[in-house]
């Protein structure tokens, strides 16, 4: 079984930044992608940013484009999202999730860790 843990969530004010990490261990799989999503009391579960471990092809959600920006490191297996210029809109549970290889969608969840934009 693979674990993917997050860390890095917090409580911050409107325009400062937070770093979120996400690594995966338990059993070795190898990714096809990376992702972090996030959910907003109320709201739907939606994805913010994605990328491609092999390659490193990125999306973004047109609301934090030029904010947030992922990363990856394959070695360990890990996705990272640095997010700037927080407004009180991102705050929210984020999820990092991953795809396995040969999986159609997001097959690997975390538990989520809570960023709160205090205005």
């Known amino acids: 079984q693979v674990h993917l843990v997050e860390s890095g969530g917090g409580l911050v004010q409107a325009g400062g930044s937070l770093r979120l990490s996400c690594a995966a261990s338990?059993?070795?799989?190898?990714?096809?992608?990376m992702g972090w999503f996030r959910q907003a009391p109320g709201k739907e579960r939606e994805l913010v940013a994605r990328?491609?471990?092999?390659?490193?092809?990125?999306y973004y959600k047109d609301s934090v484009k030029g904010r947030f920006t992922i990363s990856r490191d394959n070695a360990k297996n890990a996705v990272y999202l640095q997010m700037n210029s927080l407004v009180p809109e991102d705050t929210a549970v984020y999820y990092c999730?991953?795809?396995?290889?040969?999986?159609?969608?997001?097959?690997?969840w975390g538990q989520g860790t809570q960023v709160t934009v205090s205005s």
């Open positions: 990328i491609y471990m092999s390659g490193g092809n990125t």
């Open positions: 338990g059993r070795t799989v190898t990714f096809d992608r």
């Open positions: 999730a991953a795809v396995s290889l040969g999986v159609a969608a997001y097959d690997n």
